[in-house]
C-alpha cells in the first residue's frame, strides 16, 4: 500500500508492517558482545553555504547532521543521497514545518520522523526556526 508514496512518516508506515519478529533473550545475547568504554562527544561542523551541520562519526557507514532551518527559509536535499531518515526535534515556537517532494506534503510536529528514499529530492521550509536531525550514508566520491 505505500509503495506508491515518496515521504513516508513512520508511524503511516508502522501501520503496513508485519510484527516484529520476538526472539529469546537468550539468543540476543549470544550475538551481542557488550563493551563498555568511555563515550566519545561527538562536535558538528557547519557544511559552508547550507542550514546544516555534520558530526564526524567513527562509522564509516554512518553519517548525522543537524540541520537549522530559520524562520521563512527553505532547506533542499538533492537526489545525490542515500535514504535519509530525518527527524524534527525542536522548535523556538510552533511553527508550520513542511516536508515537500515532487507533489506531496507532510505536515511536521515535533518529534515526527520521515523516511527519505534514496535519490528524492526533498524540500523542508518552516515557519518560525526548526531543528532537524538527519541519519543518513555519507556522500562518497570526488
Known sequence: MLKNCVLVTFAA???YAPPPRLLPLDVLLANVEFVGKEAETLHASPIGGTPEWVYNTPAGEFELRRIEVAAAQSHESGIAYSAEIVI???TEAEPR???VSGDQ???LRKGDAILVPHGLAYTITATAPARLYKATVPATGP
Open 13 to 15: 508506515a508502522w501501520k
Open 88 to 90: 524534527l526535534v525542536a
Open 97 to 99: 514545518v513542511t516536508a
Open 105 to 107: 506534503t507532510l505536515a
